[in-house]
Nanobody, 126 residues
Framework: QVQLVESGGGLMQSGDSLRLSCVAS????????LGWFRQAPGKEREFVAT????????EYADSVKGRFTISRDNAKKMVYLQMNNLNPEDTSVYYC???????????????????WGQGTQVTVSS
């Protein structure tokens, strides 16, 4: 069983930067790809970024490419999302999740992730 807890959300202004953190429990953290997703009210959960088990490969949604950076620290069982140049369209609840296949690279599909955190709210005002 894996538990994930996100933190770092807040109320921001356009152009601000923010770093989200997610801490995991469980002994096999380093075997799994991790992902960040977000969900705004009335919308479907949306892929943001994913990172491979070793941290050597990452992929991003087009909407955040060049602004957001995903990283991980396997020793600390942490995954991060550095968000720069925020805009109001980034307003969402952000979730971290573990990819369901050990050793596999993550994808953009939420249904392929099996453990989720409770989410952290990010609100960006113009």
């Amino acid at each position: 069983q894996v538990q994930l807890v996100e933190s770092g959300g807040g109320l921001m202004q356009s152009g601000d930067s923010l770093r989200l953190s997610c801490v995991a429990s469980g002994p096999t953290f380093s075997r799994y790809a991790l992902g960040w997703f977000r969900q705004a009210p009335g919308k479907e959960r949306e892929f943001v970024a994913t990172i491979s088990p070793s941290g050597g490969r990452s992929e991003y949604a087009d909407s955040v490419k060049g602004r957001f950076t995903i990283s991980r620290d396997n020793a600390k069982k942490m995954v991060y999302l550095q968000m720069n140049n925020l805009n109001p369209e980034d307003t969402s609840v952000y979730y971290c999740a573990t990819y369901r296949i050990p050793g596999g690279w993550g994808t953009s599909r939420p249904n392929e992730y099996n453990y989720w955190g409770q989410g952290t709210q990010v609100t960006v005002s113009s």
